[in-house]
């Protein structure tokens, strides 16, 4: 970039006071609103903790080096960042805010840094789990509007621990994807698949996420869960989770994943059951109907909640949503 070609303000002498002035005001050349909204907001906040904390030389540079070691140990199959994100309560909150649901359809939940694209097609009856010590379990599930009108032809990311507690991703030699699938909803909008039943596990604590967790003395434990994506054209993205009880930890999930409308109970096969399916009577049993809302009613329901989100935070300023996004109303 040709620096003579950028229109660069002039700046106040720096001060504790007007620094953040004078950064916003710096950062403000962008064509782009959205971005430059983005980073007053940041700047602001940054600056305002620092002040607030009075923050310290040598506590600025912990956090630098921590930021540092976090990248360090990322991978493709190791999202740091995304575990910090969850740890801090970041991700469940951008997902309910990007993705409000109505009453009436099924709740989000973290997608956790396990996802793979690695996962493999599988038709309706498919067993997703090798893992001959995992204890048995049928999964029969729907996908419907919130009318009940049922949904086909979308689709399902599904995945989960071994017995163990590790996902197929956390072992360096593995044969290919275990314990998660992909599926399509049937005309009936169901799926259903073999499994085992969920078991509760610690999320990696051997880096720099665990340090961070046993500083705060926090536990690195989840609940029992199984996770699940959806999606459809037309329909909001759904990427949410079931929670099995009673477990322990679900009142103290280390990622904040747990809300009471996912939280379900294992039930057994009946022999009708067992006879439909061709698995054992007594095997353990999850059944769930998820609800999916149109991308259209969630558009509507995030640019309401952005509007009286903004007027309660910046009353008496003007702003306008940009793509479903708020930013200032300058002219």
Known sequence: ??????????????TIDNITENTILINSQGENERVRYLFERLVTHLHDFARETRLSTPEWKTALDFLVSVGQISSDVRHEFILLSDILGLSLLVDAIDHPKPQSSTEGSVLGPFHSHEAELVPSGGDISSDPKGDPCLVLCTVKD?????????????WETDSSGHYDVQYSER???????????????KFWFKA??????PI??????????????RHPWRPAHMHFMFEKKGWDHLITALYIRPDPYL???AVFGVKDSLIESLGKVSGEQAKEYGVPEGTALITRGFVLVSEEETEKLRDNNALKAMADLF?????????????????
């Open 251 to 253: 009142t103290s999930d």
């Open 175 to 189: 044969d290919g994807p275990d314990g998660r699938c992909v599926m399509t909803s049937d005309k009936d909008g």
């Open 204 to 217: 990696p604590h051997d880096g720099p996420v665990g340090k961070l967790l046993k500083l705060l003395k």
């Open 146 to 158: 919130p009318s009940g009108n049922p949904i086909e032809g979308v689709k399902i990311d599904i």
């Open 315 to 331: 009353p008496g300023k003007k702003v306008k949503l940009v793509d479903h996004l708020p930013v200032p109303d300058l002219d």
């Open 1 to 14: 970039m040709d620096p003579s070609s950028i229109n660069v303000p002039n700046v106040k002498n720096m």
């Open 196 to 201: 085992i039943v969920p078991v509760s596990y």
